[in-house]
C-alpha cells in the first residue's frame, strides 16, 4: 500500500509536469497564430484563409481551429490574456465565455474575478455585465418521427366512379409470353433504430439574478406538473409552473435538508407532563452503562453540517480536502465495530465514494463486497413493497 502510494505521487507529479508544459504551449501556439495571421502569412504559403491553414496545414478539427481562431481575436484585442492562459489562471473555453463582455476598462477586473473559477461562475459573471431578460415560461412537445411523416392520402368513396376500357388496342409487334418471373427474396429485416439519445437539462444565467432553464420531460412529468396547479390554484392562482416547481423544490429541501443536518426543523411545542403522586425512594442500585448509541441524532447531524459546510472532508495528498457536496453520508472516524463512539467529534461528512473506501481499508475487500450483495437484497425487497430505503449508510 504505502509502496503504491510513492508510485502515485510520482505520477502526480509527472501529471503536473505536463500540465504546466500544456498550459504553456496552449499560450505560445495562440500568440505565434496571432503574429501568423496579422502578417498573413498564410497567404504567402497559398492557404486561401487562416481557417484553411489550420485545417490543412496543421490539421487541426473544426471545433478546435474555432476556439482558436476566436482566441487569437481575443488575445489581439486584450494581450494580457495570454499570461491568465500561461499560469492556468484561465483556459480558451473560459476566454471566450468572456469574450464578448469584454471592453477595455473592465477586462482587467474581469480577468481577476474570472481566474481559476468555474464555467458556471464565469457564465454568470458575463451574465451580469451583458444582462438579458429571460424567455417566458413555455412548455411544448419535442418533434418526433413520426411527426415528420406526410399524412396518409385520403379517398372518397362516394365519388361516382368512371367507366374503364378493358379493350386492348391493336399493337403493331407481335406480343411475346413474359417469361416466368422468380420468386421475389423476402426484405432483409431492417436493424432496430438505435433509441434517441435524451438532451441534457441545460440552465444558462441570463442577468445576475434570473436563469433560463430547458428541461426534457416526460409526458408523466407534464401531467403531475398540470395536476400540481389545480391542487395548488390558492396559492398560486395564475399557474405559473416556475413558482410551483419552486414551492415543489421548497417541500423537497426541507423534507432532505431535515435527514442530512442542512435544516433545522422547527420546534414542537411540549406538553405539559401530568401530575404524577409522590413515590417512595426506591434504595440506590448500581448505575447502569448507558447503552451505546449507534446512528447519529439530527442533532448531531446538524452539527456535523455546519462544522464541515456541507462538503466531503477526505483530505487529498495534494493537501486540502475532497470538498464534493455530492451524496454525502455520515462516517465514524473509527467504526462502531472497532469500538468508536457516534457523536460529533469522532464523525465527519463523506462523499459516498471516500465512505466506501474509508469502509473497504478499514474492514477489508471481501467483508465489504458480500455487504453490498446483501445490501442489494433488501433494497429489492424494499422496492417490491413499497419502502424508500434507508437514508443513512452503513456505520464506519
Avoid at 134 to 153: E, V
Avoid at 276 to 299: D, I, L, N, S
Avoid at 318 to 347: I, M, N, P, R
Amino acid at each position: 500500500m504505502l509502496n503504491d502510494k510513492v508510485i502515485a505521487r510520482e505520477k502526480c507529479q509527472e501529471l503536473k509536469n505536463l500540465v504546466g508544459d500544456e498550459l504553456s504551449i496552449v499560450a505560445t501556439f495562440l500568440q505565434l497564430l496571432m503574429e501568423f495571421n496579422r502578417d498573413k502569412r498564410h497567404e504567402q504559403l497559398g492557404f486561401a484563409s487562416l481557417w484553411d491553414f489550420c485545417r490543412k496545414g496543421l490539421g487541426l478539427c473544426e471545433s478546435t481551429t474555432g476556439r482558436r481562431l476566436k482566441a487569437i481575436k481575443v488575445i489581439e484585442r486584450f494581450p494580457a490574456a495570454v499570461d491568465y492562459l500561461r499560469n492556468g489562471r484561465l483556459c480558451v473555453t473560459r476566454l471566450l465565455l468572456l469574450a464578448d463582455v469584454l471592453t477595455t476598462d473592465n477586462a482587467a477586473e474581469l480577468f481577476t474575478r474570472a481566474s481559476r473559477r468555474s464555467l458556471r461562475d464565469i457564465e454568470l459573471l458575463a451574465a451580469s455585465e451583458d444582462p438579458k431578460p429571460a424567455p417566458a415560461a413555455r412548455i411544448h412537445k419535442f418533434p418526433t418521427k413520426s411527426d415528420s411523416l406526410p399524412p396518409p392520402p385520403s379517398f372518397n368513396f362516394d365519388a361516382p366512379v368512371s367507366p374503364v376500357d378493358d379493350t386492348i388496342p391493336p399493337s403493331p409487334c407481335p406480343i411475346e409470353p413474359e417469361p416466368e418471373l422468380a420468386q421475389a427474396p423476402e426484405p432483409e429485416a431492417q436493424p432496430t433504430p438505435l433509441p434517441r439519445p435524451r438532451r441534457r437539462a441545460t440552465v444558462r444565467p441570463t442577468s445576475s439574478q434570473e436563469y433560463s432553464a430547458r428541461l426534457p420531460v416526460s409526458r408523466e412529468w407534464v401531467q403531475k406538473l398540470e395536476l400540481a396547479k389545480k391542487l395548488g390554484s390558492h396559492v398560486v392562482p395564475t399557474g405559473d409552473p416556475v413558482a410551483i416547481l419552486e414551492l415543489a423544490l421548497d417541500l423537497f429541501i426541507e423534507k432532505y435538508g431535515k435527514r442530512r443536518g442542512a435544516i433545522t426543523p422547527k420546534p414542537r411545542a411540549k406538553k405539559a407532563a401530568p401530575e404524577v403522586a409522590a413515590t417512595p425512594a426506591k434504595p440506590a442500585e448500581a448505575e447502569k452503562e448507558p447503552p451505546k448509541k449507534e446512528r447519529f441524532t439530527a442533532g448531531d447531524k446538524r452539527a456535523l453540517w455546519d462544522r464541515d459546510g456541507g462538503r466531503c472532508v477526505w483530505p487529498v495528498d495534494t493537501g486540502g480536502v475532497c470538498g464534493s457536496e455530492w451524496q454525502l453520508e455520515f462516517d465514524h472516524v473509527e467504526a462502531v465495530a472497532k469500538g468508536g463512539a457516534t457523536d460529533v467529534s469522532s464523525a465527519r461528512q463523506l462523499c459516498r465514494k471516500h465512505n466506501d473506501q474509508h469502509a473497504r481499508e478499514t474492514f477489508g475487500e471481501a467483508f465489504m463486497e458480500a455487504k453490498k450483495r446483501a445490501s442489494r437484497v433488501v433494497t429489492g425487497v424494499a422496492a417490491s413493497s413499497g419502502g424508500d430505503g434507508n437514508e443513512e449508510s452503513p456505520s464506519t
